[in-house]
């Protein structure tokens, strides 16, 4: 089993930064995939951010390639997610989520944190 705790979500400035973090506690947390999904209100769960086991491979949804980067530090059991030049759009909860699979389909995770909220104001 795996648990995941978001943090570092907050208000922020179009153009603007921040980094999220993801804590996992668990002594397999190395063997999954990580992704980062988003979700506003009455959308469905969105991919934004995905890592393979090793962090050797990682993968984009679209919108904010270029943008975000994805990484983790397994002897530390985190996951980041660093967002630069924010655009309101961005704004969301935040979830990050382990899988055996790894790819963009959030059926896909098994465990889930309880997300953090971006708001990115224009």
């Known amino acids: 089993q795996v648990q995941l705790v978001e943090s570092g979500g907050g208000l922020v400035q179009a153009g603007g930064s921040l980094t999220l973090s993801c804590a996992a506690s668990?002594?397999?947390?190395?063997?999954?995939?990580i992704a980062w999904f988003r979700q506003t209100s009455g959308k469905e769960r969105e991919f934004v951010a995905g890592?393979?086991?090793?962090?050797?491979?990682?993968y984009y949804a679209d919108s904010v390639k270029g943008r975000f980067t994805i990484s983790r530090d397994n002897a530390k059991n985190m996951v980041y997610l660093q967002m630069n030049s924010l655009k309101p759009e961005d704004t969301a909860v935040y979830y990050c989520?382990?899988?055996?699979?790894?790819?963009?389909?959030?059926?896909?995770?098994?465990?889930w944190g309880q997300g953090t909220q971006v708001t990115v104001s224009s």
């Open positions: 890592i393979n086991w090793s962090g050797g491979r990682t």
């Open positions: 668990g002594r397999t947390f190395s063997t999954y995939a």
């Open positions: 989520a382990a899988g055996r699979g790894g790819n963009s389909d959030y059926t896909n995770y098994d465990y």
